[in-house]
């Protein structure tokens, strides 16, 4: 029976683990949630859930992390985390989950001043290799006073979540992206490297019951939201959010937090041979959601590299407006974009 409510609830997040593959009678395979596997290659794999006596276990061998199944239920998605600990638990399992008390959300006590030890980027002097990288981005001035320089970003993770990297070696700097909610308040943050370390990007969840939504303190009412795939992509935007792990399966979960009447309008990279990417965009055009197919003159691969191409934050927005389609309209202009099939 422990196996059946396993393998339903699989399939139930299945939809939320990119490139999700079941691969034998007990295992399954799929890009990690936690590191989202390697930047450079969209089409590695490096996350597994298999069989280990009686119940499920998740490793992922690209950033290590190793968890239940229940937990990794829990990070991807917390509501059917708490349907799912009912059902096992209603079986009288004693297996894998070892406390009841998941079955419900602790209260989270979010400490102030999580980063008041680091140093913000925009307070950094202008030769400092880490503000030199930012500067050649060319991201807004303004953006700069809310990110941060983690000189041991294993350290520093671990005083906050212990025990999150069990060896400190290879630690290094990362650049601190701040996941604020609607009132200022840190729940999140995702590490960039400065360097050629793996993973790229680390996400780091202090409080499960937020979804990994970057930007919900920057949105206004008055205005539709864009959503892009990475957080730095979207300061360069108006009203623009970013959804962490390029998770778009989930539009409602979306729209609920932020819509209020808004219009949504989601952005991919512009990556037509990418299939994975084309997966995503066919699957969101058929669930009714407004998509920027990029029109042919744009050759660049995000919003990073149209700005460092010369185009300015008002020209992309006017690419944006005019090349936004939804549904048989949206079906047309993908199928003239791809450049692989879905």
Not at 282 to 288: E, L, P
Request: aromatic share 10%; net charge positive.
């Amino acid at each position: 029976m422990n196996s059946y409510i396993d393998i339903k609830y699989i399939n139930l997040i299945q939809s939320s683990l990119s490139m999700f593959k079941k691969k034998g009678d007990f295992l399954w395979n799929f890009r990690c949630p936690y590191c989202g596997d390697s930047q450079k290659s969209r089409t590695k794999a490096r996350g597994f859930v298999y069989r280990k006596k009686n119940d499920l276990f998740y490793k992922c061998h690209n950033c290590g992390v190793g968890t239940t199944l229940g937990g990794l239920i829990k990070y991807v998605d917390s509501k059917t985390h708490k349907d799912y600990i009912l059902e096992r638990y209603k079986t009288g399992s004693d297996h894998q989950i070892s406390k009841p008390e998941f079955e419900f959300n602790e209260p989270v006590f979010r400490k102030k001043g999580l980063f008041k030890n680091l140093q913000k980027i925009s307070e950094l002097f202008s030769e400092h290799p880490a503000r030199k990288i930012m500067e050649e981005r060319q991201l807004p001035l303004k953006s700069l006073t809310d990110l941060y320089l983690c000189k041991s970003f294993y350290k520093f993770t671990n005083n906050l979540v212990p025990n999150k990297f069990p060896s400190l070696d290879g630690d290094h700097p990362r650049l601190l992206i701040p996941f604020r909610d609607k009132d200022g308040e840190i729940f999140a943050y995702q590490g960039r490297v400065f360097g050629k370390e793996e993973p790229k990007y680390i996400t780091i969840i202090l409080d499960h019951n937020e979804d990994k939504i970057f930007g919900l303190n920057t949105t206004t009412k008055d205005k539709g939201i864009l959503v892009v795939e990475g957080p730095l992509d979207s300061l360069f935007l108006d009203n623009c959010i970013a959804i962490a792990g390029a998770s778009f399966r989930k539009p409602l979960m979306i729209e609920g937090r932020l819509m209020q009447n808004r219009e949504l309008t989601i952005i991919f990279d512009n990556e037509p041979r990418n299939k994975e990417i084309c997966k995503q965009i066919d699957r969101s055009i058929n669930q009714g959601q407004r998509m920027v197919i990029w029109p042919k003159s744009v050759v660049q691969k995000d919003i990073n590299d149209m700005i460092l191409s010369g185009m300015t934050k008002e020209e992309i927005e006017k690419i944006i407006k005019e090349n936004t389609f939804s549904g048989v309209e949206a079906k047309l202009k993908f199928s003239e974009w791809r450049k692989t099939n879905v």
